[in-house]
């Protein structure tokens, strides 16, 4: 068989094999980093608007662990607590059910969407119902 045909053939095997490696480990390390721009203690000012002439504002702190699945939130200023149940993880996008423990300072049982802004900011919208109007909003800075 002739040397030429075979150093030929076994580069382009190589380079066959190393695009293959290559993409599993970018498909792996997105795989893994997909939840870690949510990873950290974020914090902010909250806003809701009951009406036009309701409007309320609170302090709240997420911390937010996805290796642990450990979603816990803090309303200081109300003062409420709960957590998160991951529902959905995009990319950029989380989707949670709230669960709070003070039910008679908090709804209960809303459904929150965080999005990712940049490193150190995300954004946070609160529904009554997935599909209705949204209810509350607050952009958050990472902290930690």
């Given at each position: 068989?002739n040397?030429?045909?075979l ?23 997105t795989?893994?980093d ?34 642990k ?39 209960d ?36």
């Open positions: 068989m040397k030429y045909l150093r030929k053939t076994g580069f382009s095997v190589f380079l066959i094999l190393s695009a293959v490696i290559s993409s599993s480990f970018i498909a792996l390390q795989k893994g997909s939840e870690n721009w949510l990873k950290g203690i974020w914090q902010g000012v909250g806003v809701q608007v009951d009406s036009p002439n309701q409007v309320h504002s609170w302090t709240m702190v997420f911390y937010a662990n996805p290796e699945d450990s979603y816990l939130i803090e309303y200081p200023s109300i003062p409420c607590k709960g957590t998160w149940k991951l529902v959905k993880m995009q990319k950029n996008k989380a989707e949670f059910i709230e669960t709070v423990e003070e039910k008679d300072k908090c709804m049982n809303g459904y929150v969407i965080v999005t990712y802004v940049n490193r150190k900011h995300i954004s946070f919208s609160w529904f009554r119902e997935k599909n209705s109007k949204v209810m509350a909003y607050c952009t958050l800075s990472k902290i930690d």
